[in-house]
């Protein structure tokens, strides 16, 4: 079963900035997008970046030009540099993978999406 594992989350003050990491276990990185999600209280889970298996990638408006994601196919590997963080980037942050439509087969997908546990960043003076 691959488990997706956060890490680099933690409190910095605004205009700063965070790396955050994912590392994926199991087999067959290269077959999945790879994306950075984030939630605060009482709001939807919502889309901050992703990356396609060759690099094709993915932003939200509210964090072009200021986050950067990438990823190391041999690494197992997913991050997202964030800087110029503002307050209102604090969120949990989640890391998450689907299959990426090139690799399904017989139109699906063959497994369900999957989440990390979670890592908070918090920004704040």
């Known amino acids: 079963q691959v488990q997706l594992v956060e890490s680099g989350g933690g409190l910095v003050q605004p205009g700063g900035s965070l790396t955050l990491s994912c590392e994926a276990s199991?087999?067959?990185?290269?077959?999945?997008?790879m994306g950075w999600y984030r939630q605060t209280p009482g709001s939807e889970r919502e889309l901050v970046a992703d990356?396609?298996?060759?690099?094709?990638?993915t932003y939200a408006d509210s964090v072009k030009g200021r986050f950067t994601i990438s990823r190391d196919n041999d690494k197992n590997t997913v991050s997202l540099q964030m800087n110029s963080l503002s307050p209102d980037d604090t969120a949990v942050y989640y890391c998450?993978?689907?299959?990426?439509?090139?690799?399904?087969?017989?139109?699906?997908?063959?497994?369900?999406?999957?989440w990390g546990q979670g890592t908070q960043v918090t920004v704040r003076s």
């Open positions: 998450h993978k689907e299959v990426h439509p090139t690799f399904w087969k017989s139109g699906r997908p063959g497994e369900p999406p999957a």
């Open positions: 990356i396609a298996p060759r690099g094709e990638t």
């Open positions: 199991g087999p067959m990185f290269i077959a999945y997008t």
